[in-house]
């Protein structure tokens, strides 16, 4: 806080009351004093390695490498579980352009690798799409597949340099990007977009897409446009999309969502409840009431009648469990 009041030079004075209000000096009412297991990735994705190429090398003997083809699938096995065979059954070495990229490190310390599967002779008998691995992969697994997929389309995207066209080539452990012309350095990038469970207090607002499956709804989502606050974001989009007015949110959780490139903010927020009104982005957007996502949250199968929510592998179903959840506590 800068003695004229304002949190930051870009941020309104007072946009952080609440949190002020919160904070007192006592950092246990801010964080939790426990060990959170959201707070580590499935892999250490050991940074300090990807600049020693002699250590990468020394470990990709034993390594397990994801082998992806040209559209993003990871190579599986009779049953479509993961098939990452040993890097000395592969070919190609670990770093360099158009080789390997580094993914980190298990439980084990056994190295992670992913590789372009027009690289090596390794054949296998199935494949298998991130959203399916998502639902039938263990977390450990699909959280690896995820970040290899990430990393292969952003340097997919981004072979020649944005600021003088020359050539990208690849480094550390295929984590940066060079321009062979001028020198420029490109990282991979992330796109933040918000989605928000937004409440008026009794109902939860949701909205459709056109082309979905019929009477399939989820919580509204939007990105973050430069110069914003997430929590500007959460009422502009909200706004934009069902004219519903966000008078208060919260962060709650991430989802990075790898379909290619994006980081989901999660939040809840408080709205006026203003009847939505959907143009073009949205085909409609509706208030609907806890009994009603209680029963499309319950049904394991389209009844063919009621309300369709987001699959349970997404933040958008998270997010709608959450509230009905809240719900419920406050009927108990
Ligand atoms: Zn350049």
């Given at each position: 806080m800068t003695a004229d009041g304002?949190?930051?030079?870009f941020v309104e004075a007072g946009a952080f009351t609440d949190v002020d209000a919160r904070f007192s000096g006592d950092w246990s009412a801010l964080i939790p004093a426990r060990d959170d297991p959201s707070c580590h990735g499935a892999l250490d994705r050991a940074d300090l390695l990807r600049a020693d190429p002699q250590a990468l090398s020394a470990l990709w003997a034993q390594s397990r490498v994801l082998l992806l083809d040209e559209a993003g699938f990871a190579l599986a096995d009779e049953a479509g579980a993961v098939f990452a065979p040993l890097g000395?059954?592969?070919?190609q070495g670990p770093g360099g352009t158009g080789a390997a990229i580094f993914l980190g490190l298990d439980g084990e310390r056994r190295g992670w690798f992913a590789l372009d599967?027009?690289?090596?002779?390794v054949e296998a008998p199935g494949r298998v799409d991130l959203r399916t691995a998502a639902a039938h992969w263990s977390a450990f697994h699909a959280s690896v597949y995820a970040q290899a997929r990430a990393l292969q389309h952003w340097r997919s995207r981004y072979?020649?340099?944005?600021?003088?066209?020359g050539e990208i080539g690849f480094e550390r452990g295929g984590w940066l990007g060079r321009c062979g012309q001028c020198g420029q350095e490109h990282y991979p990038r992330t796109d933040p977009a918000v989605i928000v469970a937004v409440t008026d207090g009794e109902r939860l607002l949701l909205g459709r897409q056109p082309g979905w499956a019929p009477r399939r709804y989820s919580v509204l989502a939007g990105f973050v446009e430069p110069g914003e606050t997430l929590e500007q974001t959460v009422a502009r989009e909200v706004l934009e999309e069902s004219r519903v007015r966000v008078r208060a949110c919260r962060y709650l959780a991430s989802q990075?969502?790898?379909?290619?490139g994006q980081l989901m903010l999660g939040f809840i927020a408080l709205a006026h409840p203003d009847p939505p009104q959907v143009d073009d982005e949205l085909e409609d957007a509706r208030w609907f009431t806890a009994d009603e996502v209680r029963a499309a949250s319950a049904?394991?199968?389209?009844?063919?009648v009621g309300l369709r929510l987001s699959p349970t592998i997404s933040i958008s179903r998270w997010l709608t469990d959450c509230w009905l959840a809240a719900m419920a506590s406050r009927s108990r």
């Open positions: 304002a949190p930051f030079a000395e059954q592969i070919s599967a027009r690289l090596t002779a072979r020649y340099c944005n600021v003088c066209a990075p969502w790898p379909f290619p049904a394991d199968s389209d009844d063919g």
